[in-house]
């Protein structure tokens, strides 16, 4: 059965209390939109923090009480639910929209308090720490002062080092899943190619466009970008190889031959019906900061968590060539270093980055035995 | 002498078992499926940390809620802190390792104590199969052909005595026995042990 969610909001930061940025800028009031399931316990000492990946949002498993019955369920259904891999029996999940985002959260489509209009470029650069900060003001809201795992892919697992590095006390458990401790030039590279397609666009209008119709196409072309370095070589070679689409010889023109141009086109224009062209550039922007590194140096940072231990499952793919696994192992490394507790496995898959929200027992086993496995400690 | 037996363990697996101090920071490399880290979890409340080379064992040591890395031993090893663990296990793997002697080096340098153990190349089977077959030798403990073995190196007990005390190792305890790989009861082999043992398990600490 699948479980009803409702999408709640908490906002905080009304001015003077307004959040202090890692940019050294001010923003408040801020909404973030986030759901839950399942049920916190008396103690409060059964949360989990699940944190999404760049686009994502916080409809990580269920349906919308209001949604029809044949409504696909949230990013992460065949892993959060009752009985499931984050068994929501057991655990009380948590999953936030994030800062500078466009599905519920504050953002730069956001309506700026100064003017009455969206923020649009006047929206403040956001880190991927100011979205920690952001988070932690909703579990201190929700009364929560540890958090039993906090678990996440790709940005979403940026936003779980993170939390290990500014509130190691809250941290019981962390999962960081195909992810890294600082973006590479090679994810930088592919992010500043996307921006550039949506600030070519003429509709981009210098981020001004909310009352137009926007720069849908550049937009767009950002998406196929992404998605490219989502998929993997072996993933795009054996689901579209070098297949036509609807026709059987070239067309000898640029209306697109190809199986993959099709699906790419079709995954640039579904985007851009749900996303905000600016959250795009503040969110890559917010990825291509990320550099553990910075908070002096990895293994400083993370040697702050050793009067406090956590336990750590990292997970890497063998296909993703967006955050390698050697990537992965630069993080366990430093684990190690710091005397954490830390668990690695590899996995093979061949579908690229995008794995981990793809249906897999064997990721849905090892997050259910790590997680059962603190109980005991 | 037969050993009480722990349940559940192999023979040498006991032995090893039965030297690690109650609340001690443990290091199993090649650990499997995790058998000996479980076993010593739940009897000895260690702090257990495994690393294994096979993804699908590694996957199934997190399963059982182990702490365990998937790698390579050699490239594991070198990010630790010094004496990072009381004791480190190397359990019937040094016979398979390129560099024996770096790989214990490093290996002291991360655990207070190194236990080591390994087939005893010298038993007299052995012996008789390259004396009168003229034959590379193979036995339950060593069940692979010349070509096909992953067991490149030919250890005796008496060999590993005389490397610890060249290199700088004391030998604290030692422990020859005999037993079959699968088999979970043996017997501890107190003379002619580098003829009789089939197995060597050794616990060793660098001197100081």
Known sequence: MTEKITKQYFTYG?????????????????????????????????AILICHALTGDSHVAGQYCDDPPDTPPGWWNFMVGPGKGIDTDRYFVICCNVLGSCMGSTGPASINPATDKPYGLD????????????????????????????????????????????????????????????????????????????MADPSWNKGSYYEGSGPHHGLAVAR??????????????????????????????????????????????????????????????????????????????????????????????????????????????????????VSFCEIEADCGHDAFLIEDSRLTNLIRGFLDGLATA | MVLPLPEHL??????????????????????????????????????????????????????????VLQGDIKEEVADYPDAAFDFVILSQTLQQVYQPDVLLKSLSRIGKQVIVSFPNFSHYRIRMQILFKGQAPKSRQLPYSWYDTPNIRVITLADFRRFSREVGYTIVKECAINTHDEERSGRVVAFFSNLRATYGIFLIEKNT
């Open chain 1, 123 to 198: 929206f403040p650069m956001v880190t991927i720490g100011d979205m920690v900060d952001s988070q932690k003001q909703l579990l201190n809201h929700l009364g929560i002062r540890q958090l039993y795992s906090v678990i996440g892919g790709s940005v979403g697992g940026m936003q779980v080092l993170e939390w290990c590095v500014r509130y190691p006390e809250m941290v019981r458990s962390a999962i960081p899943i195909a992810t890294t401790m600082r973006h590479s030039a090679l994810a930088i590279a592919f992010n500043e190619v996307a921006r550039q397609a949506i």
């Open chain 1, 224 to 341: 196929m970008i992404g998605h490219v370095t989502y998929l993997s070589d072996e993933a795009m070679r054996k689901k579209f190889g070098r297949q036509l689409q609807n026709k059987e010889d070239f067309s000898f023109n640029f209306g697109g031959d190809f199986q993959v141009e099709s699906y790419l086109r079709y995954q640039g224009s579904k985007f851009v019906k749900r996303f905000d062209a600016n959250s795009v550039l503040y969110l890559t922007k917010a990825a291509d900061y990320f550099d553990l590194k910075n908070v002096e140096n990895t293994v400083e940072s993370l040697n702050d968590l050793s009067h406090k231990q956590s336990k750590f499952l990292v997970i890497s793919y063998t296909s993703d060539w967006l955050y390698p696994t050697y990537q992965a192992r630069e993080l366990v490394q430093a684990l190690k270093r710091s005397r954490q507790d």
């Open chain 1, 14 to 46: 009304d001015s003077p209390n307004v959040q202090l940025l890692e940019s050294g800028l001010e923003l408040g009031p801020i909404t973030i939109a986030y759901e839950t399931l399942g049920q916190l316990n008396g103690a409060k000492d059964n």
């Open chain 2, 10 to 67: 192999r023979f040498d697996l006991a032995v090893i078992a039965s030297w690690i101090e109650p609340g001690s920071r443990v290091l199993d490399l090649g650990c499997g499926n995790g058998t000996l880290l479980a076993w010593l979890k739940q009897h000895k409340q260690i702090q257990g940390t495994g690393i294994e080379q096979d993804k699908r064992k590694a996957a199934t040591c997190i399963e059982r809620g182990l702490s």
